[in-house]
């Protein structure tokens, strides 16, 4: 019941991050999705993420369309405004959100449903006009809250939990976010938390539209045999093609480990390094037309590519595009914004 | 022969496309230069090039700036329309036309007075270019018309060195045309019996439409955020919004105090809007009905989120491809009632561009102070038109007011934070912005499903509470909204009118002609829904009311009957819905024809 928050009482021992916050800190109300839902664990990424990031919980926004996945901003970063919008029109609020205030991170989460169906329109102008912020899907090719119909992003053969088979053509919202000019395009799974949060982390430090596709199995409609997003079938046709370490810029530099054989690194705006353990042979994320080849090639194999696939460490965002100030437009008030009684006795003058 | 002087009715009849606009408004400019108000109206077609247009300009020294209705001098240009155009003059007016090629005698009527003008001869004789040739000859009618009407050519001419300042090669040739033009007149015929006289009734007023006054308005009112997208008759609204920000908002290093998002549709309009104005900054959009139908899911969540949003509202001849050039006041109930579930918004009927520009700065603040989505209803006759009207003003003393939030300081004070909580009794609560504080003041947005402190609820009671709380909020509004202006007849009278929005000016003229018969009448001049108690009042202090709408449906009688659970007998709707503009002389026949049937009704009884 989410009605229930957690208790308040934190135990005096819990390890505090740099900014002064407990683990504890970073959490929501209790879930209330199914035992053993993809969603969870990944809500339990972010707040790890979140907290290893030394981020102020307040500093960040959450926002979310509608469905099992939407439902989850509750769950986590509970000191944080959140907003359950309409249903595949998170994208177009968390738009007018950041253009309002440029200083805080913008987190959406959203579903299959929500994104490839409803909102693929919304998803797609949001990856195109490179809006700063983390967009993730918890994509499990289906939808939870309707009871088990098949989503956009359901494979075409896949069985739903009646036996009924998809036979519409699945959409990739990977190959898609590359191909609208996201900058930063990721794919992970929700039972994979080291792959996960690292990949959270790397994605709240880049600036421009960043993407994160977590294959998060359902546990009530779609996770049997014949499911192309169930827990089995993803673990074993799930490829790496890296592992990731975030170092944060502002940790001294001799933490780092030195360089070893099939490693990459990528420096972000803020001076933060991605290492990047390339477990394909020299995948290089930096190569977008690669990119786009290495997981559609995947794909017709019937494997799921995951890890950091795509980045542009120079990527512009939207604030940069429309050539707004540094002050966030909220914080701008009557003498900075009116032209005044003056100014309007000149455009008068004009109309005559 | 038709005589007035300042006081008559000039359309011109034309092809879109053909450069006409230019020189017919030039014309509407002269007249009013010479100190006599003019209303002119452009009634045009969806489309760029080769369809019919016209262009009415009334002429009136009395400052009747809505349309008259009938037509005293028909300029007619048009070949496509000419029967029509030939028919609509008034008995005993004028119909100036292109003589070069004749016209057998049946193409006219024998009872309006007609003049010819070679244009097309003259402009093949004296241009070579196709395209001059075509340009020219509207300045070529400029010309013979400053003669017939007696306009004065120092006037016009001043008039074409501004509008091609700068451009001595486009200036030189259009003084040209236009001195051929009125010296062929002067040549060749007479002045006729519709005269221009200088006079100085114009005063401070300025001229401008009502799209820039409104986007000007969110400039001044402080919007900050403009999300949008193209249509018909609105998308000037946020072109002059663009034009003022880069003037005004523009930073010295070239740094923009704005954002403008031509988005991929109306529902990302709004959606931007929203998200804007859940974090603290003022956002519009501009739309037109088709607009606010796909907007309506998000007014909805607006409205129960509490999330301020302000819209423009350009409204327009329904439905999708419907009449996108053409005027009407018929998204009334589509935008009081929009969405989903119990939802009521703030709507504001301006009259003309000076309450265009009030109108959208007042919705800013209003939209924040009630935390709710506020529409501004304009139409195309005022949104497209250039109208007399009187200047913009702005106090230097008055400051954006946004409502009540909560500030780190107030929270960090430990003042109690509920975000659905009514603490001060009128509905409205308290918010807090993104960010504010880094314990206290966070809380999760939704519609409903929530209770008072913003924590997720599915019972009953806590649905209630939230909806009758935003019932207070509405009526709270009343109060803060435009109210009704009142014009009283010369006695006090047993008949009312109220009307709304853009048939105000022809209202005005529609009085006078009523009360010249005899039927003095008290008019009320509706502003703003929800409706103050004073409109209630006034339907019952009179015998009959009639109600002006331009929509076939009387949506405003429809509001008013059930948000004043009035009988609907006690509300006469008078309706023009055709596309174009009301006319004063149709609402003065409507009304006199329903009187007239009153004493057939007494004598008999």
Redesign the interface.
């Known amino acids: 019941m989410t009605y229930i928050a957690k208790p308040k009482l934190h135990h005096p021992s819990l390890q505090k991050n740099a900014v002064g916050f407990t683990r504890r800190d970073y959490e929501g109300r209790v879930s209330t999705l199914c035992a053993g839902c993809g969603h969870d664990s990944i809500s339990a990424a972010i707040i790890q993420a979140c907290w290893e990031l030394d981020i102020e919980p307040h500093r960040v926004a959450k926002l979310s369309g509608i469905g099992c996945s939407s439902k989850t901003p509750d769950y986590f970063l509970g000191q944080s405004h959140g907003f359950n919008t309409v249903h595949g029109r998170m994208p177009s609020v968390l738009t007018g959100a950041q253009l309002a205030n440029r200083e805080l991170l913008y987190f959406g989460v959203s579903g299959d449903g929500d994104s490839a169906s409803i909102g693929l329109g919304q998803f797609a102008h949001l990856m195109r006009r490179g809006v700063n912020m983390v967009y993730l899907v918890e994509n499990n090719g289906v939808y939870g809250l309707t009871k088990g119909q098949f989503s956009a992003t359901a494979d075409a053969g896949s069985k739903g939990k009646k036996g009924a088979v998809n036979t519409d053509n699945p959409i990739d919202l990977v190959s898609l976010a590359l191909l609208l000019g996201a900058s930063f395009v990721a794919r992970s799974f929700s039972g994979d938390k080291a792959q996960l949060v690292p990949l959270i982390k790397a994605a709240m430090l880049h600036r421009g539209a960043t993407f994160i596709d977590v294959i998060s199995p359902c546990v009530a409609f779609n996770n049997h045999a014949g499911s192309t997003r169930s827990y089995d079938y993803v673990r074993a046709h799930n490829e790496a093609v890296n592992r990731l370490d975030v170092i944060e810029g502002r940790e001294p530099i001799e933490a780092e480990q030195p360089a070893e054989g099939g490693v990459t690194e990528v420096t972000l705006h803020d001076g933060s390094t991605l290492r990047l353990r390339s477990t394909g042979p020299d995948y290089d994320p930096r190569d977008r037309l690669e990119a786009m080849n290495f997981i559609a090639h995947h794909q017709a194999q019937g494997e799921l590519v995951t890890g950091l696939l795509y980045i542009n460490p120079e990527a512009q965002t939207y604030h940069q595009h429309l050539g707004t100030v540094a002050t966030p437009l909220n914080k701008l008030g009557t003498r900075e914004l009116c032209p005044g009684p003056a100014a309007l006795a000149k455009i008068n003058a004009t109309l005559r | 022969m038709l005589t007035a002087t300042n006081d008559f009715v000039v359309k011109f009849a034309n092809v879109n496309g053909s450069g006409s606009a230019s020189a017919n408004e030039l014309f509407a400019k002269a007249i009013l230069r010479m100190g006599v108000p003019v209303g002119p109206r452009n009634i045009f077609p969806s489309n760029i090039q080769g369809l019919p247009t016209w262009y009415e300009v009334r002429v009136s020294e009395a400052g009747f700036l809505g349309r008259r209705g009938g037509v005293d001098l028909m300029v007619a240009m048009n070949p496509q329309t000419w029967a029509a155009d030939v028919a609509e003059v008034e008995a005993d007016g004028y119909l100036l036309y292109d003589a070069t090629k004749p016209l057998p005698a049946s193409a006219f009527r024998p009872d309006i007075h007609v003049i010819g003008m070679p244009l097309s001869g003259l402009c093949a004789k004296h241009y070579n270019d196709p395209r001059q040739r075509q340009l020219l000859k509207n300045v070529l009618y400029l010309g013979g018309l400053s003669y017939l009407l007696g306009v004065e050519p120092e006037v016009i001419e001043q008039l074409l060195g501004e509008q091609y300042q700068g451009k001595p090669q486009l200036a030189e040739p259009n003084v040209q045309a236009f001195r051929l033009g009125r010296d062929w007149a002067a040549a060749n015929l007479a002045p006729i019996g519709l005269h221009v006289q200088r006079a100085d009734r114009v005063g401070?007023?300025?001229?401008?439409d009502g799209n820039t006054a409104a986007g000007?308005g969110c400039?001044?009112g402080?919007a900050?955020?403009c999300?949008w997208y193209p249509i018909t008759p609105s998308t000037s609204v946020a072109e002059a919004f663009e034009k003022?920000c880069r003037k005004?908002?523009t930073?010295p290093e070239?740094?923009?105090?704005?954002?403008?998002?031509q988005?991929?549709?109306e529902?990302?309009?709004?959606?931007?809007?929203?998200?804007?104005?859940?974090?603290?900054?003022r956002?519009f959009t501009a739309t037109s009905g088709p607009g606010v139908s796909l907007m309506t899911?998000?007014l909805g969540?607006a409205h129960f989120?509490e999330i301020p949003a302000t819209i423009i509202n350009v409204q327009r001849g329904g439905p999708s491809t419907g009449m996108p050039t053409r005027t009407q006041q018929a998204d009334v109930l589509s935008c009081a009632y929009a969405s989903h579930g119990d939802t009521k918004h703030v709507l504001l009927f301006p009259e003309d561009p000076a309450e265009a520009f009030e109108f959208s700065a007042l919705a800013l603040d209003l939209a924040d102070r009630l935390q709710t989505p506020v529409f501004v209803m304009l139409d195309l006759d005022i949104g497209m038109n250039q109208r007399l009207c009187r200047?913009?003003?702005?106090?230097?003393s008055?400051?954006?007011d946004r409502g009540k939030v909560m500030s780190v300081d107030d929270l960090e004070a430990g003042k109690p934070f509920g975000r659905y909580r009514d603490v001060d009794g009128d509905g409205i609560p308290w918010r807090?912005?993104?960010?504010?504080?880094?314990?206290r003041g966070?809380?999760?947005?939704?519609?409903t499903s929530k209770?008072a402190d913003a924590?997720?609820?599915e019972r009953g009671p806590d649905y209630v509470q939230n909806m009758e709380r935003l019932l207070r909020k509405f009526v709270t509004a009343r109060a803060m909204v435009p109210q009704p202006v009142v014009k009283p007849g010369p006695r006090p009278g047993r008949y009312g009118i109220l009307y709304y929005g853009s048939t105000s000016p022809a209202m005005d003229e529609a009085a006078q002609m009523l009360e010249a018969v005899g039927f003095p009448i008290d008019l009320m001049r509706i502003r703003a829904f929800p409706f103050p108690e004073s409109v209630r009042d006034f339907v019952r202090q009179h015998e009959r009311v009639y109600l002006i709408e331009q929509n076939r449906d009387a949506q405003l009688r429809t509001l008013l009957v059930n948000e004043f659970e009035l009988d609907p007998a006690d509300l006469h709707p008078v309706l023009h819905y055709d596309g174009t503009p009301i006319t004063a002389r149709y609402i003065a026949d409507r009304i006199r024809a329903s009187f007239a049937a009153d004493h057939v009704e007494e004598r008999a009884a």
């Not at chain 2, 807090?432 to 314990?439: D, F, I, K, L, Y």
């Open positions: 401070d007023r300025i001229f401008v000007l400039v001044y402080g900050t955020v999300a003022y005004f908002r930073t070239g740094e923009k105090k704005y954002a403008i998002v988005a991929e549709d529902i990302a309009s709004i959606g931007m809007v929203v998200g804007a104005g859940w974090n603290g900054a956002a899911e998000f969540l989120a200047p913009f003003e702005w106090q230097e008055r400051h954006y807090t912005w993104p960010g504010t504080h880094p314990q966070a809380f999760f947005t939704r519609g209770n924590g997720y609820s």
